[in-house]
């Protein structure tokens, strides 16, 4: 049966993971995958998770199937968070969230009920996205190519190029796009920019696909949203994958969100019954502990004030790495100019270096980092940060 299988190769991100622990090195660094570490290197857990499951086994109750789409309080916590609490779209009952497997699985469940929806459709992602983008729409079924993004010239984005990009392609083509924090390049465009973005897409009728792993990692969580309000008040039908992973330091609970917008309550419904009927042939229902944890910080006024501030911290935290990063490159004597990593936003930094230099980091100094370059500045730390600025300005000699 399985002779003729062929052994498929690591995943370019959660293979760095199983690297990494295998590397017996006492100094080793994982800047690979985008989680976020504090200053003492640990994964932390918040306060206000601490909290909300105090109060959640001093009141345990039995666990049954949740619903197919999740907890009711945590989808309208999630869509709360993104369209805001004066939405019209939310008034009108012009959206649906159901709970998913983090936002990758947001992803998937959108991707399945679009391949129902439009399998002729191509898929464009930008030049570059997250690796897991491309594999996933085409393992869903659909041809996936790219709309110019990154301009490594300048480090910044390629926005006439983008533009470009969108005027050729056809009516009811998905474009996924990354909301905020751009993942790998950390790279965003400006307000301006996104609402000709926005009116363009409207314009030739494409499909947006908006992807958020993580809100409240650039300026704030309202500010942060600005984009999925944006395109919510042009009228747009949208596909939106949100992710609690990272905001929450709850990776491994799943916790994500998938929204729907659509142009009127009768559709909301009907729609609902779709992706309910892509979730039951998936994996029925979603877990429960993860979600009940999120929609307790979220639905209490205290517990959502003191998640804000850590989140809060966290932000700031990743901000003071990048200047320190900088700070340090140019001490361990690197010529070339580095500041373009003060302008990212977001978990990751892409550094601009070379596969081979990414490849010499890992091999002689035991630093993990995504063959693209991509740098998560978020596993920076007051320990480490000196050890790896001297090994990339070795690696950049
Ligand atoms: C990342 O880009 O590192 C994260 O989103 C984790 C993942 O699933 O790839």
Request: a negative charge; glycine letters at 8%; aromatic letters at 8%.
């Amino acid at each position: 049966l399985f002779e003729t299988v062929e052994l498929a190769p690591r995943d370019p991100i959660l293979g760095l993971n199983e690297q990494y622990n295998a590397d017996e090195r006492s100094g080793k660094v994982n800047l690979g995958v985008g989680v976020y570490y504090d200053d003492q290197g640990r994964i932390p857990i918040l306060q206000a998770v601490q909290k909300a499951e105090q109060a959640m086994m001093s009141t345990a109750a039995a666990r049954s199937y949740l619903p197919i789409e999740g907890i009711n309080t945590y989808n309208l916590g999630a869509q709360t968070l993104l369209l805001g609490a004066d939405s019209p779209v939310i008034a009108e009952g012009r959206a649906l969230t159901v709970q998913s497997l983090g936002g990758t699985g947001a992803l998937k469940i959108g991707a399945d009920f679009l391949q129902q929806l439009l399998p002729q459709s191509k898929v464009y992602i930008s030049d570059p996205s997250w690796e897991n983008h491309r594999a996933l729409f085409e393992r869903a079924g659909f041809t996936v190519d790219t709309y110019t993004y990154y301009d490594a010239a300048t480090h910044g984005l390629n926005f006439e190029g983008m533009i470009a990009s969108l005027r050729t392609m056809p009516a009811q083509s998905i474009v996924v796009l990354h909301a905020c924090c751009h993942n790998p390049t950390g790279v965003d465009p400006s307000m301006e920019q996104w609402a000709q973005i926005a009116e363009l897409i409207k314009e030739r009728q494409l499909v947006p696909f908006l992807d958020i792993a993580y809100q409240g990692f650039g300026d704030g969580l309202d500010e942060d949203a600005s984009v999925v309000r944006l395109f919510a008040k042009l009228g747009l039908s949208m596909f939106i994958s949100s992710s609690f992973s990272k905001s929450f330091s709850l990776y491994g609970e799943r916790v994500g969100a998938l929204t729907l917008v659509t142009s009127s309550k009768d559709e909301t419904s009907r729609v609902l019954s779709q992706v309910k009927r892509v979730i039951r042939t998936n994996y029925s229902n979603p877990p429960t502990h993860g979600g009940k944890v999120v929609a307790t910080v979220l639905n209490s006024p205290e517990l959502f004030q003191t998640w804000a501030t850590e989140l809060a911290g966290m932000r700031e935290r990743i901000r003071d790495m990048r200047a320190q990063l900088v700070a340090k490159l140019k001490e361990h004597g690197v010529a070339q100019n580095f500041d373009f990593v003060l302008q990212q936003r977001g978990m990751f930094s892409y550094s601009g270096l070379t596969a081979e230099q990414v490849e010499r980091l890992r091999q002689e100094h035991g630093i993990y980092a995504v063959s693209s370059g991509r740098i998560c500045v978020a596993a920076l730390n007051s320990q480490n940060i000196d050890v790896v600025a001297k090994a990339i300005a070795q690696v950049l000699k």
